[in-house]
Nanobody
């Protein structure tokens, strides 16, 4: 089992920045791929950014490319999502997820989930 705990959400004005953190505990070898997903009210959960824990490969959905950066500190079993130039459409609950296999782009392929952290972008 892997436990994931997100932190770092909050409210920010458009153009602002936030950094989300996801701390993993438990049998952390079971997390070959880590990802950030988000879900806005009335919408389906969507992938935002993914990273292979054993390397540097990263993936970003088109709407966040150039604004968000996913990174990791394996010594701390922590994955980060740096979010810059935030827009109102980035408002959502953000979830951290882990997958034993290779990275995938659909939520159902992920094995472990955090409880989520709210990000609100509003003036």
């Amino acid at each position: 089992q892997v436990q994931l705990v997100e932190s770092g959400g909050g409210s920010v004005q458009p153009g602002g920045s936030l950094r989300l953190s996801c701390a993993a505990s438990g049998y952390t070898n079971n997390r070959n791929c880590m990802g950030w997903f988000r879900q806005a009210p009335g919408k389906e959960r969507e992938w935002v950014a993914l990273i292979y824990t054993g390397g540097a490969n990263t993936f970003y959905t088109d709407s966040v490319k150039g604004r968000f950066t996913i990174s990791q500190d394996n010594a701390k079993n922590t994955v980060y999502l740096q979010m810059n130039s935030l827009k109102p459409e980035d408002t959502a609950m953000y979830y951290c997820a882990a997958r034993q296999g290779g990275c995938a782009f659909v939520p159902r392929e992920f094995d472990y989930w955090g409880q989520g952290t709210q990000v609100t972008v509003s003036s």
